[in-house]
């Protein structure tokens, strides 16, 4: 069976500090997909990124980063100067990649970001 | 607009009812799941359906079915509703297996039965 582990459930930060959040997967597939959304109040699911198991490349977009640790199983996700605008709850996820089909994501229990002006 | 719509916004309904959920997919997409998120539960897949058929199937009650159609839209009957059915419902899609992205979300259809 698939488990998400978000160890964090709530971090509070001050605007500009960075902030890393945590995501820790298991998993007996060797293939997989492994991704984070971000919830904001308004309360959609916003695609942040995915990243395939076979690809351990690390990956950084704007102020946003990703530390893909296969070693570990850890998918961990760097906000660098944080913002009043990135206060959401993150969900880090994982799915399978086996050619069947089957696609259903397994969250974790989110992680709430308050940033504080 | 992420392309993926989800009707009604918006359902409040007495225990005991019954209630149908609409999601229409992002246009191409074949693959159409959908996911409860509760406080109590949080973020769980309940079911998926490629192209018309059901692919997977993951915590959903017996008293939830499903069925895609073949314009490829979905619906979510919620039977015999109770108090712990309140919860936000997610439609989701994607494309073909290989899909260069994530899963597109609709934005919700949140439910309260009283």
């Known amino acids: 069976a698939q488990k998400v582990t978000q160890a964090q459930t709530e971090i509070s930060v001050v605007e500009k500090e960075d902030v890393t959040l945590d995501c820790v997967y298991e998993?007996?597939?060797?293939?997989?997909?492994l991704f984070w959304y971000k919830q904001p109040p308004s309360g959609e699911l916003v695609f942040l990124i995915r990243?395939?198991?076979?690809?351990?490349q690390n990956e950084i977009s704007g102020r946003y980063s990703w530390n893909f640790q296969k070693s570990t199983s850890s998918f961990n996700f760097t906000i660098t100067a944080s913002q009043v605008v990135d206060s959401a709850v993150y969900f880090c996820?994982?799915?399978?990649?086996?050619?069947?089909?089957?696609?259903?994501?397994?969250f974790g229990s989110g992680t709430r970001l308050q940033v504080q002006p | 607009d992420s392309g993926v719509t989800q009707t009604p916004k918006h359902l409040i309904t007495a225990t005991g009812q019954r209630v149908t959920l609409r999601c229409s997919p992002r246009?191409?997409?074949?693959?159409v799941y959908w996911y409860q998120q509760s406080l109590d539960q949080g973020l769980q897949f309940l079911i998926q359906y490629y192209n018309g058929e059901e692919r997977a199937k993951g915590n959903i009650l017996e008293r939830f079915s499903a069925q895609q159609f073949p314009d490829l839209h979905s619906e979510l009957n919620l039977s015999s509703l109770e108090l712990g059915d309140s919860a936000l419902y997610f439609c989701?899609?994607?494309?073909?297996?290989?899909f260069g992205g994530g899963y597109t979300f609709g934005s919700g259809t949140r439910l309260t039965v009283v």
């Open positions: 246009s191409g997409d074949l693959s």
């Open positions: 990243r395939n198991s076979f690809d351990e």
């Open positions: 998993t007996r597939d060797t293939t997989y997909y």
């Open positions: 996820a994982l799915s399978e990649a086996r050619d069947t089909g089957r696609r259903a994501l397994t």
């Open positions: 989701a899609s994607s494309g073909t297996f290989d």
